[in-house]
């Protein structure tokens, strides 16, 4: 069983920097992909990037490569997401995930959901 807890949502301006911190119970963590999603508001749930057990595979979205990084700490069972040069459609509430399936087991249908954070852009 693992927990997933957000955090590090808030308010960002268009341009400007957040970064999103998912913190993991559970000592196999290490052997989870990691990954992000994101719903707007009256949108489906969408995926955002995923990172491998290892941290040596990451896989983005389109509309987000370049823009932001996915990266993990096991040692502190954490997986992050940077993101910079912030967009207005950028606002929506981010999940973090996990699967013991690969990016495409994650993608598909993740294991496990944290709760939720919300984070607004504002242009």
């Known amino acids: 069983q693992v927990q997933l807890v957000e955090s590090g949502g808030g308010l960002g301006q268009a341009g400007g920097s957040l970064r999103l911190s998912c913190a993991a119970s559970?000592?196999?963590?290490?052997?989870?992909?990691m990954g992000w999603f994101r719903q707007a508001p009256g949108k489906e749930r969408e995926f955002v990037a995923a990172?491998?057990?290892?941290?040596?595979?990451?896989t983005y979205a389109d509309f987000v490569k370049g823009r932001f990084t996915i990266s993990r700490d096991n040692a502190k069972n954490t997986v992050y997401l940077q993101m910079n040069s912030l967009k207005p459609e950028d606002t929506a509430v981010y999940y973090c995930?996990?699967?013991?399936?690969?990016?495409?087991?994650?993608?598909?249908?993740?294991?496990?959901w944290g709760q939720g954070t919300q984070v607004t852009v504002s242009s």
């Open positions: 995930a996990a699967s013991t399936g690969g990016v495409a087991g994650l993608r598909d249908l993740p294991a496990y």
């Open positions: 990172i491998r057990w290892n941290g040596g595979s990451r």
């Open positions: 559970g000592r196999t963590f290490s052997t989870y992909t």
